[in-house]
């Protein structure tokens, strides 16, 4: 069973960017289907941000498209992203999850982090 750490999280005005890590331990990530979550205050968890599939292919909502990048980096074991232009929206706790290929809904992946808190506000 992988398990995964996140860093990265914090506090960020509006406009500004900050990069989220996904670090594994136990397993390799690059069989595993990568995604990222997010739970805004008050909402359960679940609102898929992106999806990376383990050949590379990534999915990202509409809300996050043109804003955040996924990366892996296999040599470190640990997935990236890069958040760009966040907005107080932005604002929840992200995690990452590890799962099959085609796992898409949160039900889908096996495996997950803590979470890393991202507070966009001035």
């Known amino acids: 069973q992988v398990q995964l750490a996140e860093a990265g999280g914090g506090l960020v005005q509006p406009g500004g960017s900050l990069r989220l890590s996904c670090t594994a331990s136990?397993?390799?990530?690059?069989?595993?289907?990568i995604g990222w979550f997010r739970q805004a205050p008050g909402k359960e968890r679940g609102e898929i941000v992106c999806i990376s599939a383990s050949e590379g292919d990534s999915y990202y909502s509409n809300s996050v498209k043109d804003r955040f990048t996924l990366s892996r980096d296999n040599a470190k074991n640990t997935v990236y992203l890069q958040m760009n232009r966040l907005q107080p929206e932005d604002t929840a706790l992200y995690s990452c999850a590890a799962g099959p290929d085609g796992a898409y809904y949160p039900a889908d992946f096996t495996s997950w982090g803590q979470g890393t808190q991202v507070t966009v506000s001035s």
């Open positions: 136990g397993a390799s990530l690059d069989v595993y289907a």
